[in-house]
């Protein structure tokens, strides 16, 4: 009885807790943005969810659901890099050439990049940048 019993007090305490970063991630499929935003936030701030990161970087660079803000992008997308998150590499050069800063970073990240995601290489022929080989 008393395993029962804790069994159903786990199950009911985690039924509790929502799993914002799953929530967001949904959204974010659906297409539902601001939804995604709202989540990817608070897996943030109740979840320590550091792939939130991510996402909320490419919703402000690209203005998935909001207006487009690349400045507000860096530091998400900055965080996701030092995560080791490589398409962010990719995206956060992006902002960086969208915002004229950095450059000499923006190109090292694609340059990085590259090697790992032909993302960073979409990027960089959309805006005429040679790499690497």
């Not at 792939?51 to 900055?78: R, T, V």
């Amino acid at each position: 009885m008393l395993k029962t019993f804790f069994c159903t007090s786990v199950l009911l305490s985690s039924a509790l807790y929502a799993d914002h970063f799953r929530d967001a991630t949904l959204a974010y499929r659906g297409g539902n943005f601001e939804e995604a935003r709202k989540n990817f936030e608070r897996s943030i701030k109740k979840e320590s969810c550091w792939q939130s990161y991510f996402y909320l970087g490419k919703i402000y660079l690209y203005g998935e659901g909001i207006d487009a803000n690349p400045s507000h992008a860096i530091p998400y997308l900055e965080h996701a890099v030092m995560r080791g998150n490589v398409k962010a590499k990719c995206y956060l050069a992006e902002a960086y050439m969208k915002t004229h800063s950095k450059p000499d970073e923006a190109l090292l990240l694609l340059n990085q990049g590259a090697k790992e995601s032909s993302l960073c290489r979409e990027i960089a022929a959309s805006y005429a940048i040679l790499l690497n080989s």
